[in-house]
């Protein structure tokens, strides 16, 4: 019996993506951080979804405040990935019997508050009743036509950046990362991002679904990493995910400009190459190796 | 400590809805079958969402492919009721990690195949490991302006009809019912329908969110009321669910046309009456009985 977790999380969603069809109103579906469905004739929606369970993406012991923060933010980090603009979401729950209205109470405060902050209407939902708390957001954004960014526009010669610092984010920072909304706007109304995708499975896994989408290599500097303050190591910034920055390619004359620039939000740390190439890293010694794209498995 | 069960699932509903704050392009937020946005200047966007849970709304024994396909049905029948053609869906999995290729593969073609008769695109979705099946659809659909129905538009002296016959969907028919999208447009299309809800949790629940939405009272005609054949008794067609058959008021000009139309699939059961008339039930000998519109309670 072939089961998911010798096929993976990817093996699957390739499975099924390969098995459906979509008719022309649909730019893009499975394989980016949101569905890119044709809208009219400046926008296209954006279209995501994710599911949260107790035990996997959050603890019982976690702030239930944080927890619904949480759900809203994941989905907010998506839209951002396509350079979008949130707009509605529905937010569908499972509820374990025994959940106290006080509990209730702080989880919905957590989504309502990163809603509101981020112009979000919550319009909807579904109440259920589970074994674990469960919740998926689903959520719909815009972005104008010229401004939608794919993970599959990556040239040879861009350089990658990532924003804010990562690793060690399961200490406590994936359940308050700020999502990244502003910092796409700012990015594709002042300069030509190639390809852009949020940083959820690890460094490593979500540069490798760029290099698949956009059929390319890159390779990455070690020293030019920026690991945050909860990081115990390189490795947790590569592998470990739920950092939900930025992470996308600009050609060298932008990628100039936006050094230029002093943003402090933005690193770059590393290059686009020949898919040849395959994915590299080269250490302080510039010493390279060639690595794999994995991360965070599900299965 | 207040738990959901005292509360229950529409008392929590209520808490998170009066809680939330909309901007004025949602038309109708929480509080009907779909969420409705203003989208152009003669169409609405849809928005819904349904999760479906094993050993809630279904068994580890029932044949996935018919999970698949009633996750995506549900969905079908809440964009019916607002009188909507689908066009949209994202799926969000949760799937145990021992769960077979061959059951994940089932599952799929069940959804691929009830998406595609209704010329829906799949268009992206979640994965996640969880510790018993999880599918929470959502959905997209649109509506011309002039067609949408809400659950709020019953007007004293409507005729109260259903499309097919009620009670006892739990014993199989919950898992194969045909969504009843193009009963719905023929419904708007032909007639001016001033309310609609789709049978999920019980013909007397839902007709009490008619009621409640558009503070009216209603008077049911037990011997109207048309019993499937797995139903065992009136009660199963009154308070059962999983029905997903339209529940619609007409005012009596428009429900004489649709009776002398003689189409074979919508019965009149009763009448809209004053609010303060509350829910009565007339039985064959011609007495009335105030009742509760209780139904299926998820806590």
């Known amino acids: 019996m072939t089961t998911l977790t010798k096929l993976g999380e990817f093996g699957l969603i390739n499975r099924f993506k390969k098995s459906v069809k979509l008719d022309s109103s649909v730019k893009k579906g499975t394989g980016d951080d949101c569905a890119v469905i044709k809208f009219n004739k400046d926008s ?14 959050f603890t019982r012991r976690d702030n239930p405040y944080l927890v619904g923060r949480k759900a809203i933010a994941v989905s907010l980090s998506d839209i951002a990935a396509c350079a979008g603009l949130p707009r509605y979401c529905l937010v569908a729950l499972g509820l374990p019997r025994k959940t106290s209205l006080t509990f209730a109470d702080k989880l919905f405060k957590g989504m309502r508050d990163l809603a509101g902050r ?5 319009a909807g939902g579904d109440l259920s009743r589970a074994g674990r708390l469960t919740i998926d957001v689903s959520m719909l954004g815009k972005v104008e036509k010229k401004l939608l960014v794919l993970r599959s526009g990556a040239k040879k010669g861009d350089i990658i950046f990532v924003s804010g610092k990562l690793g060690g984010s399961i200490r406590g920072r994936h359940l308050s990362f700020i999502p990244r909304v502003k910092e796409a706007r700012f990015l594709v109304k002042n300069f030509k991002v190639n390809a852009m995708i949020d940083i ?9 679904h760029i290099l698949e989408e956009s059929r390319v290599g890159a390779a990455l500097y070690e020293d030019l990493i920026p ?28 990628a100039k400009r936006l050094i230029a ?27 390279e190796k060639v690595i794999q794209p994995r991360g965070f498995r599900h299965f």
Chains 1, 2 share one sequence.
């Open 200 to 208: 959820s499975d690890g460094l490593l896994q979500d540069l490798g």
């Open 261 to 287: 620039a002093k943003t402090p939000n933005f690193k770059p740390i590393g290059e686009i190459t020949r898919q040849a190439d395959r994915l590299r890293i080269i250490d302080n010694r510039g010493r």
């Open 44 to 57: 296209y929606l954006l279209f995501t979804c994710d599911m949260l369970i107790e035990g996997m993406d």
């Open 227 to 254: 690991l945050s303050a909860e990081a115990r190591n390189l490795g947790e910034a590569l592998y470990m995910g739920e950092d939900f920055e930025l992470l996308f390619t600009l050609a060298p004359k932008q």
């Open 118 to 122: 981020y112009k979000v209407n919550i």
